[in-house]
C-alpha cells in the first residue's frame, strides 16, 4: 500500500482475540439492563406501585437476577413473571453478552385495581 509521500506501508498486524484484551461490565449496569427490560415486560403499573428494580450476581460471563415487582391486581401474576423472565433474560444476554443462568422474580405487592372507598366497590 502507498502512502501520500509515495513510501510503502504494512497491513495492519491481526491481533489473535485472546490477546485483546478484556471487557469488564459493572454489576451496576447488568442490573440497570435487567431494571429495564423488567418494566418493559410489566408495562403500565397501577398508580402507587413502585417500579421493577433488580439485584444481580455476576460471575464471570453469567449473571443471576433478582426482580422485585410490584403489580396491579386482579391480573394473570404467573404469565406477567413469565414475560419478565424472558424480557430479563434477552436483553441482558443481547446487551451485555452474558449468560443469564437464573431470572428469579419477587412480586412485593399486588395494587386492586378499584382501592378501597371507590365507586362501584362493595357495600355493605
Do not use: F, N, W
Amino acid at each position: 500500500m502507498s502512502g501520500a509521500a509515495g513510501e510503502v506501508r504494512e497491513p495492519a498486524t491481526v491481533v489473535a482475540p485472546g490477546e485483546r484484551g478484556a471487557l469488564r461490565i459493572a454489576d451496576k449496569v447488568v442490573a440497570k439492563i435487567a431494571a429495564q427490560a423488567a418494566r418493559e415486560a410489566v408495562g403500565p403499573l397501577p398508580g402507587p406501585a413502585a417500579p421493577p428494580y433488580t439485584g444481580v450476581v455476576v460471575h464471570r460471563d453469567s449473571v443471576r437476577v433478582l426482580v422485585h415487582l410490584e403489580l396491579g391486581y386482579p391480573s394473570d401474576v404467573p404469565a406477567r413473571c413469565r414475560a419478565v423472565r424472558h424480557q430479563v433474560t434477552e436483553r441482558v444476554t443481547a446487551l451485555a453478552g452474558m449468560a443469564v443462568r437464573e431470572v428469579a422474580v419477587r412480586v412485593e405487592r399486588l395494587h386492586p385495581a378499584h382501592p378501597r372507598g371507590a365507586a362501584g366497590g362493595r357495600a355493605r
